[in-house]
């Protein structure tokens, strides 16, 4: 287990070593949790990825189950 503090943290340790599962913040500083999950989509397709955040409306939920492959929300 591994806990960083940005998406680009998350995207260097990637370049190491994949992970099977990242949870993530729907709204970070830098890129967001949307843009982060949309990368590892396209270069690591085996990664489940989950959504935490305390900010999203239902707009955001749909936006993101339509536009990412994201195993929870």
Do not use: H
């Amino acid at each position: 287990m591994s806990f960083v503090t940005s998406a680009e943290e998350a995207l260097s340790l990637f370049e190491k070593s994949p992970f099977e599962v990242v949870v993530t913040d729907l709204s970070m500083t830098g890129m967001s949790g949307v843009e982060l999950i949309k990368k590892l989509n396209q270069e690591y397709p085996n990664t489940r990825c989950l959504i935490l955040t305390g900010t999203a409306d239902l707009q955001d939920a749909v936006k993101l189950i339509n536009t990412t492959r994201i195993f929870n929300f």
